[in-house]
């Protein structure tokens, strides 16, 4: 039976390499927050998520540097991680100078209380 499932499992995670490509999709967070080291966000994850799942967008409006995170790669992974996935990125990964003024345009998304 054991045997079973793995092979299942198996095929059916093969159909993920004759997949299209992913569109880019401005991700909605589950949260963000902001550190003298940098900037943490919290997406969503079924395990297989990292910081090269995104690209950030960044453009100027006035004397804000606006930021958004784009997922580029889809997460093809079946675990299911409740709470998310945190990623750190530093302000020198984010291309932003020492005291300068950023917003995050992502949306959030809210969880359902339990």
């Known amino acids: 039976m054991k045997t079973l499932f793995i092979t299942i499992l198996l095929f059916l995670s093969s159909f993920n390499s004759f997949a299209e490509p992913m569109k880019p999709v401005v991700e909605s967070l589950l949260g963000s927050m902001t550190s003298p080291e940098g900037v943490r966000i919290q997406v969503r994850s079924s395990g297989c998520t990292w910081k090269n799942s995104f690209v950030v967008h960044k453009e100027s409006s006035g004397s804000v540097t ?3 995170f784009v997922r580029v ?3 093809p992974c079946l675990a299911l991680y409740y709470y998310g996935q945190e990623l750190n990125y530093s302000y020198e990964e984010l291309g932003l100078q020492p005291h300068e003024t950023f917003m995050i345009r ?4 809210f969880s359902v209380a339990r």
Not at 106 to 109: A, E, F, L, Q
């Open 106 to 109: 992502n949306p959030t998304t």
């Open 73 to 75: 790669d889809f997460d």
């Open 66 to 68: 606006l930021l958004t």
